[in-house]
């Protein structure tokens, strides 16, 4: 069983950064995947970003240039690094982990920007 939890989240203005962490807890030795999603008021839940366990990362055009994610392996703990944010970024932000072909889902973490 895997457990995530997020944390990082909070109130910016626009041009600020927040970095969003992620820690995970069970077995981590079968990961197929791993990133970040987000949902804003009144729409779908949206990928953001991934990262796979040999270190590749894919952005959502969105925030391409503006968002870096990346892991710590020995502290089972995925980053989501957020530069010149937008008020467009406001949003929950979910950590997910597959494992073992299983998705795994954080509770979120609220992130708001303001103008």
């Known amino acids: 069983q895997v457990q995530l939890v997020e944390s990082g989240g909070g109130s910016v203005q626009a041009g600020g950064s927040l970095r969003l962490s992620c820690v995970a807890s069970g077995s981590m030795l079968l990961i197929n995947a791993m990133g970040w999603y987000r949902q804003a008021p009144g729409k779908q839940r949206e990928l953001v970003a991934t990262?796979?366990?040999?270190?590749?990362?894919n952005y959502a055009d969105f925030v391409k240039g503006r968002f870096t994610i990346s892991r710590d392996m020995a502290k089972k703990t995925l980053y989501l690094q957020m530069n010149n944010l937008k008020p467009e970024d406001t949003a929950v932000y979910y950590c997910?982990?597959?494992?073992?072909?299983?998705?795994?889902w954080g509770k979120g973490t609220l992130v708001t920007v303001s103008s």
């Open positions: 990262g796979s366990v040999g270190g590749n990362s």
């Open positions: 997910n982990l597959v494992h073992n072909g299983v998705d795994y």
